[in-house]
């Protein structure tokens, strides 16, 4: 069964850039879609993006278009979110999980859920 484990998260000012991982085991990742979830503080888990087993399609969250940016490097098997101009409604811990489901954007649509790495954004 594949894990994942995602790490990079951090406190950063308000404006400034994080770059999450997400690095599973096991061969058959890279043959998944892959998205980035987070979930603050009394919220459901909301999507933030996602990308297709070869790289070749993303899908973005409204709140994060034109400042995050999914990625995947299957060699290493790992998955990115580049989070540039980041604002303290950004705050959330974030996770990664793996789907059968092209462009899915509910936490339904997933599983094999990582344990998340805690991002916060002070103004």
């Known amino acids: 069964q594949v894990q994942l484990v995602e790490s990079g998260g951090g406190l950063v000012q308000a404006g400034g850039s994080l770059r999450l991982s997400c690095t599973a085991s096991g061969r058959t990742f890279r043959t998944y879609n892959t998205g980035w979830f987070r979930q603050a503080p009394g919220k459901e888990r909301e999507f933030v993006a996602s990308?297709?087993?070869?790289?070749?399609?993303?899908l973005y969250g409204d709140s994060v278009k034109g400042r995050f940016t999914i990625s995947r490097d299957n060699a290493k098997n790992t998955v990115y979110l580049q989070m540039n101009n980041l604002k303290p409604e950004d705050t959330a811990v974030y996770y990664c999980?793996?789907?059968?489901?092209?462009?899915?954007?509910?936490?339904?649509?997933?599983?094999?859920w990582g344990q998340g790495t805690q991002v916060t954004v002070s103004p």
């Open positions: 999980a793996r789907s059968s489901i092209l462009r899915g954007t509910e936490p339904r649509n997933y599983d094999s």
């Open positions: 990308i297709t087993s070869g790289g070749g399609s993303t």
